[in-house]
């Protein structure tokens, strides 16, 4: 028992927890848990959408115990850097110390953070949480040869360990870099109480001051240049707008692992490079249930906002187009699947000119696009559009 | 005060700031008055007559009773009869078969589903399963899953079926009241030219359709409101002129096994209730002139000079009404997971697709399911069986339990059920259903 809290079983404890966590197994609300752990995640996303939900609490012990024990979180829960770890110590030839390599992680974070606070946080899609638990979605199943290239990203990093062994943890992660700034920080108060100078120890501060006007103005100017990304995708209900959803969703994948009828899939339109991995609905698999807010439950980021099941009739995802020359009801057979499986009664069977014609008719301000009829039409003939109209707060 | 200070303390002051002006991220839904629900308006005067007490003759004293010659209840008394059981079968119109000849609802759905090792085969065999072959043997059904077949040759095997196992047939005759002794079902009042008269019987089979002997007898039940259409035939369909100038292709219906004949489903009005007179009353008569109306459009149209009216169906398509509360509710996830009962009395198929957990589950994935007996037996009321498309189940179920297939299933077992216990002189709901399968099986049935 003594020997399990040593700081290399915890890891290692604590490495096998996050996989399991990460792989799509219908944990539910605990998909993806570690992605919660991450302050960098946590902070981006308090800072851009200016809202937190409960769950962000648990990110604060970890942004607190790193004031006291520097690195704690890195050194024994962070999951990958265990494996950049154990591919490093492959490489046995020399231990490299990258002294001349600036602290790119730090910039990154201050970079994101500042820019996160007007609107856009440019690098979240670097936090190692993000990669380590998005690379477990290619075994989710229904993958795009897309989806796989962007998802071994991680892969990528462990075989760049080979060469430059513990070259990301050292320099390039930002959630490693967040903890330098919050160190930083800690010596900077430190120095306010005592009264003394801080020039000696808090030398970087003009960088600071520079990479976080530069991030403010990136996060300004940056959506401004961005062409809008194409409006006819469906995303999962209370989805932030486009152009944030390309920066906020940090690419984990757990609501496409959560969702239990499987019809979240990361985006993989050529057109849109920018939105590649973000959430999108197909309705081949299943629909949208009515009982279920399971992505919304486990987005650490807030690109898709929780939501509670009674709030879904409100939260449009799309609309019902019925093409009815397929319709069976329309051709005098016995059908009436479409209706019966729409939980927002907004589909009306109507008599078209007599009562033998009857057709169904979509009610627009009650349809939400759930996908229950067009996945359930036995002759394929109702079509979820994606709308513009979305319930965000 | 420092550049440097001043930038720190800005990133603290704004971040605290940024975490400050947070609230709590969650959209719920907005709070909406709840409609009151507009209550269906009584149709009756609201005044009442005393009926005077009066001695009623007393027709006949039987074993089984069943009350409802459609397909269920058909098939419960040639189930029924077969065991030795002395069988009374009474009929309001002039016909067996229900909805299914007289309404014209013409295709014995649901005979085919996949079993275990997902090969689609036959699922409906016993008596319906007979009743089904012997229409195929006189040329009178077409397609093998699902068969469509002709409504006069239907009526005429099951009245020879009927014939052959030997039930005593009441036409032309309502059971308009239940006869009790407390929780126990006596017998029935019926109704028809001869005047009231009494049945008393060990045990009544409640084929109605509407359950309305278990409504009489005081069980508790459900009540679903469903679209309710009209069904007709078009004739000559065979003789359209495609090649006339100025044809344009109307819809005339759905093929029957005879080539000029085709019938016409009707979906119809939503939401309808069928346990008011003065509603089906309206309906029948608005639907009849709307099926004129557009025979005549049929008629105008160039090409189709000559298809006309066969029938409209004798009865109204009344899809649903009451829902048995019985001691076993039979669920959606039953029937999607190959559920096995100790207690089957048959094994019904698929005719739609299916949305369960919220995938689609088409026609040719879709698992054959076992109906158990419980499913049949009300709750309070003794000595009563249910069969027919008001037994007890879940409504999501509604598309497979309403239609023919399930029907005859539920009759044959009901129908056997009662024959049981007849001859093992036990209440129907303490019956021994290893010896009701034995029986089930002797009968041709198949329980997987």
Redesign the interface.
Known sequence: MKNLFRSSNLRTLSFLFAVILALPLSWGAFTGFYTWLSPFMMLNSVLTIKTFVWLNIVAFPVLIFVLFRKRWFCRNLCPAGWCFDRISGLNKRRTYIYDRVPDIGKWLAILSLSSGIVGLPLFLVFDPMAIFNGFFTVFSGKMHIVAILSFSGFILLLAVHLFLPGIWCAKLCPLGGLQLVTDDLKTQVNLLFRKQKPEAQFGSGRRYFLMTGLGLIAGVAIPKMLKPPPDNVIRPPATVEPILLNTICCRCGNCIKACPTGIIMPSTDYSDIPGWMTPAVSFRSGYCLETCNLCSRVCPTGAITLFSVGAKKQLFMGTAVIHLEDCLLFNNKECVKCKESCKYEALEFVAKENILNMIPVVDKNKCVGCGACEVICPSDCIEIRAITRRTTQ | M????F??RV??T??AL??G??????????SEKTAKTAGTADQTSGRFVTEPERQIPLLAETDVLVIGGGPAGTAAAIAASRTGAETYLVERYNHLGGLWTGGLVLPLLSTHAIDKQKNRKQVIFGIGGEMAKRLKDLGMSINEINPVVDPEAAKYVLEEMIREAGVKMLYHTWGTNVIMDGNTIKGVFVESKSGRMAVLAKIVIDCTGDGDIFHLAGDNYDVMNY?IGLVHRLGNVDRINTAKPGYVKM?V??PTPIASVNW???????NQDALDVMNLSRLQM??RR??W??VKKIKQTPGHEEVFLLDTASQLGVRMSRILDGEYRLTLEDTMTFKSFSDVIGISGAW????Y????I??NERPLWQIPYRSLLPRKTENLLVAGRCFCFERELV?DTRIIGTCLVTGHGAGAAAGLAIKEKENPRNINTRKLKQLLLQQGAWLG
């Open positions: 420092k550049r440097r200070d930038v720190t990133l603290i704004g971040g940024s975490l002006i947070g609230c709590q991220r969650k959209i719920e839904p907005e679209a819809n219906g759905n016409y489903n009707m979906w119809g009005k939503e608005e639907y709307e099926i109306d557009n739609t697709t299916m949305l957990k919220g995938k689609k088409s026609v598309e």
